[in-house]
Every structure is written in C-alpha cells, then in structure tokens.
C-alpha cells in the first residue's frame, strides 16, 4: 500500500544518511518479500545518494534466493 511504499522510502533515505553507499556495495533485506525497501534505494540511486547492484531482477533489485 502506498503508506508502507512512503514508509520503507523514508527508511532508505534515513538510512542512506547514515552511511554512504558506494558502487559494488550491497544492501542486504533479509525477507524482502516484493523487494518494495531496496527498490527505495534504486529510487534514491536516481536521486544520485546510492548505487545498485549490476545483477538486477526485472523489477531492477538485485536477488539471490536460498537459504543460509
């Protein structure tokens, strides 16, 4: 829903403040369910504050499946 869209930008925003990504950096999202919080960072990415992953889904978040 669009409240938790807003929400989960504003945690990568925050959280991109808090530390500066830098290109080959990773974000990891354990549970990430849609992939809605790291594609907040994609989004912030083109606000020119962080830099994705190359291996993108076709939402443009990086994913690797499997457990650990």
């Not at 989960?8 to 990504?21: D, F, H, N, P």
């Not at 990415?45 to 690797?64: D, F, K, L, R, Y």
Request: net charge negative; charged share 15%.
């Amino acid at each position: 829903n669009k409240s938790m869209v807003e929400h989960l930008l504003g945690m990568a925003r925050y959280t991109s403040s808090l530390v500066k990504l830098a290109p080959g950096d990773v974000v990891l999202d354990i549970g990430s369910n849609d992939g809605t919080l790291l594609k907040s960072y994609l989004q912030i990415q083109e606000e020119g504050s962080a830099s994705p992953t190359g291996n993108a889904s076709p939402t443009g978040v990086a994913v690797a499946c499997g457990l650990m």
